[in-house]
């Protein structure tokens, strides 16, 4: 089942904070992000695994909470360089497949 | 490295007609996947393959095949193409479980079916 991500859009100044949501009504074993900029491809952000473990190499953080089945992800003081679509992915166990949530548009504007 | 690539870039068909995308990657991974992406949303999983020889159906499989000779390339066939298949197509790989790992995408095909 897919992945519910809210807000669906979010508009921002540049050095403003965002958060981007993504629900499932499964557990979740892991959840995924990526970007994607327009006409490109996505581009992965970060994976959380159960137990509190991350795994990324760009500066966004976010968080896992597996009781509540959603992540968290926090864009603070961003950049004109954040704009473009997020999606986080979720499988239901280690060895499934990823299943994407519809993604959030945001833009930052100068 | 290349990373992942893709053949070809854009592609229009008529309906009926049928075409092969192919993708490739130079990183050794064992898992391949392909996906669609439709306008405004977000990608669906087509087929995928956890390894040389193997392929297994995702989310979305009517209407395509996929094969994986050699490890390094994956192909999606479109037997006699519909224009619900008229999409954005994405390929991805993965060192081991995309439940786990890191997922490469490829630069995408348009493809429009008339």
């Known amino acids: 089942q897919q992945p519910v991500q809210s807000p669906q859009a979010v508009i921002l100044r540049e050095g403003e904070d965002a958060v981007i949501n993504c629900s499932s009504s499964?557990?979740?074993?892991?959840v995924h992000w990526y970007r994607q900029k327009h006409g490109e491809a996505p581009v992965f952000l970060m994976i959380?695994?159960?137990?509190?473990e991350q795994k990324g190499h760009e500066k966004i953080s976010a968080s896992f909470n597996e009781k509540k089945q959603q992540s968290s992800l926090y864009l603070t003081a961003s950049q004109l360089s954040y704009s473009g679509t997020y999606f986080c992915g979720t499988p239901e166990n280690a060895g499934n497949m990823l299943t994407f949530g519809g993604g959030t548009r945001l833009m930052v504007k100068p | 490295n290349a990373g992942v690539t893709q053949t070809p870039k854009f592609r229009v068909l008529k309906t009926g007609q049928s075409m092969t995308l192919l993708c490739a990657q130079d990183?050794?991974?064992?898992?391949m996947y392909w996906y669609r992406q439709d306008p405004g949303m977000g990608l669906r999983l087509i087929h995928y393959?956890?390894?040389?020889?193997?392929?297994a159906k995702g989310e979305v499989p009517d209407g395509y095949n996929v094969s994986r000779l050699k490890k390094q390339n994956f192909l999606l066939g479109l037997e006699s193409a519909a224009p619900s298949q008229t999409s954005v197509y994405f390929c991805?790989?993965?060192?081991?479980?995309?439940?786990?790992?890191?997922?490469?995408f490829g630069p995408g095909t348009r493809l429009t079916v008339l």
């Open positions: 499964k557990a979740l074993y892991s």
């Open positions: 959380l695994l159960k137990g509190g």
């Open positions: 991805a790989s993965s060192r081991l479980a995309g439940a786990i790992n890191e997922q490469f």
């Open positions: 393959s956890v390894g040389e020889g193997t392929t």
């Open positions: 990183m050794n991974h064992e898992y």
